[in-house]
C-alpha cells in the first residue's frame, strides 16, 4: 500500500478537495477527520466531526480514542487500497494517524496551498468558523447513519458531465457538526409528527389518524435514528395494502428528506373501517 497525504490548517478546504487529490494521484482510499471512505463510501471509522466538543475531536481525528484505530486498521486489512490518501493539518498529524493506523511511511505530502488559492482558502475558513458548515466527501445517502438530524444540504462538483446513474465522482456533503457555530439542531417529536400528519392525510383514502409515536434509536448516547408507529381509519373499499405500502414510502421519504434522519421503520396500523352511506 502506498501512502501518500493532504496537509493544510484547518478550514481551508481539504476535504473539499479531496477527490480532486484522490483521482489525481490515484489514491481509491481517503482518511479524513477519523472515517475511512473506499469507494464513494464510509467503510470503517467515526467521524471527529460528529464529536461533542473540540476536543474530543482532535483524538478522534489522530485516532487515540479506543477500539476507533482498530476498527479502521481491520478494515484496510481486509480490503488493502492501492494507494491511500490521509489528510491532515500538519505533517506531525498526518504522521501520527499513520503510526496509529500502522500504515506505510508517507511517501509523498500535498500542501493545501499547493492547489488552492489564497481567495479559495479564506472562502473556506469563513464558511467553517462562521458558519459551522464542513465537507465529507462522500453522497449525501452515505452521511445519514453517521449524521442523524445534523445534514444540512449536498453538493456535487462533477470532473464530467454525464447522463449516467451511477454515483458521480466529486459529489460531496456539507454537515454541521454539534460543536458548530450555530449549536446543536434538536429536531422535536412533534415537528416529525406533523410531517407524518401531513403526508398520509394527503390520501383521500384516509379519513383519519388516530396515533402517532416516534421511537429513537439510541447507541452510547447518540440518536442512530428513528422508529414510526401509527395507526389509521380508511375509508372502506379501499385496497388496505396498496395504500399502507404508498403512506409507509412517503412517511420514510418526507421525513428523511426534511429532517436528515434515519428512519429505519413505519409501521402502519389500519385500527378501523370507515363506512359510507
Given at each position: 500500500m502506498d501512502v501518500i497525504a493532504l496537509v493544510g490548517p484547518s478550514g481551508t478546504g481539504k476535504s473539499h478537495r479531496a477527490l480532486i487529490v484522490a483521482q489525481k494521484n490515484h489514491a481509491d482510499a481517503i482518511i479524513d477527520d477519523g472515517i475511512l471512505i473506499q469507494g464513494g463510501k464510509i467503510t470503517a471509522g467515526h467521524s471527529a466531526k460528529k464529536e461533542k466538543n473540540r476536543l474530543m475531536a482532535v483524538k478522534r481525528a489522530i485516532f487515540v480514542l479506543p477500539g476507533h484505530a482498530e476498527e479502521v486498521r481491520e478494515a484496510l486489512q481486509e480490503n488493502p487500497p492501492r494507494r491511500l490518501l490521509v489528510l491532515g493539518t500538519s505533517e506531525n498529524m498526518v504522521h501520527r494517524i499513520g503510526k496509529a493506523l500502522?500504515?506505510?511511511?508517507?511517501?509523498?505530502?500535498?500542501?493545501?496551498?499547493?492547489?488552492?488559492?489564497?481567495?479559495?482558502?479564506?472562502?473556506?475558513?469563513?464558511?467553517?468558523l462562521k458558519q459551522g458548515?464542513?465537507?465529507?466527501?462522500v453522497p449525501t445517502i452515505e452521511l445519514k447513519p453517521h449524521f442523524s438530524g445534523y445534514l444540512i444540504d449536498p453538493i456535487q462538483s462533477f470532473f464530467k458531465k454525464s447522463s449516467s446513474k451511477r454515483r458521480r465522482l466529486g459529489e460531496k456533503s456539507i454537515v454541521r457538526p454539534v460543536f458548530s457555530y450555530y449549536g446543536k439542531l434538536i429536531i422535536d417529536d412533534s415537528a416529525i409528527k406533523a410531517i407524518?400528519?401531513?403526508?398520509?392525510?394527503?390520501?383521500?383514502?384516509?379519513?383519519?389518524?388516530?396515533?402517532?409515536?416516534?421511537?429513537?434509536?439510541?447507541?452510547?448516547?447518540?440518536?442512530q435514528g428513528i422508529k414510526i408507529r401509527c395507526e389509521i381509519v380508511i375509508n372502506y373499499g379501499s385496497d388496505i395494502r396498496a395504500l399502507v405500502e404508498h403512506a409507509q414510502s412517503g412517511v420514510r421519504s418526507s421525513v428523511e428528506f426534511m429532517t436528515g434522519m434515519v428512519v429505519h421503520e413505519v409501521n402502519i396500523t389500519v385500527g378501523s373501517l370507515r363506512m359510507t352511506s
Open positions: 500502522d500504515l506505510p511511511s508517507i511517501s509523498k505530502i500535498i500542501r493545501i496551498e499547493d492547489i488552492a488559492t489564497k481567495a479559495e482558502m479564506q472562502k473556506a475558513r469563513f464558511y467553517r458548515k464542513h465537507i465529507i466527501p407524518v400528519h401531513h403526508e398520509i392525510a394527503r390520501d383521500p383514502r384516509v379519513h383519519d389518524i388516530t396515533h402517532i409515536h416516534v421511537e429513537h434509536l439510541m447507541k452510547d448516547g447518540e440518536d
